[in-house]
């Protein structure tokens, strides 16, 4: 089984430094704000309506987006998620 992943920041410096991300969902600019979601985990989210063009016709699409910070779930409230154990 691959090792997890260790979270390289602390969810309190990811929510006090980590900036809005602009998303381009076809054309049309979103913004997702950082977050914490209430798994644990933290990261980016953006949820908004759209209008795209198919076939030369406008629809509007619902958007609902998560970026996840791998690791983020096991991350220690600071200092970043758990050391890896000491060889000795």
């Known amino acids: ?18 900036e809005p991300l602009k998303i381009d969902v076809g054309g049309f600019p979103m913004i997702a704000e950082p977050r914490e979601f209430s798994t ?6 953006v ?3 759209a209008q795209l063009t198919v076939d030369g016709k406008n629809v509007s699409v619902q958007v609902g987006m998560n970026l996840i910070v791998v690791g983020s ?10 050391a890896p154990p000491s060889a000795g």
Do not use: V
């Open 47 to 49: 949820n908004g309506k």
């Open 73 to 82: 779930k096991e991350s220690k409230a600071a200092g970043g998620g758990d």
């Open 40 to 45: 644990g985990s933290f990261g980016w989210y």
């Open 1 to 18: 089984m691959p090792p997890k992943t260790i979270c390289p920041i602390s969810r309190a410096d990811f929510l006090a430094k980590a």
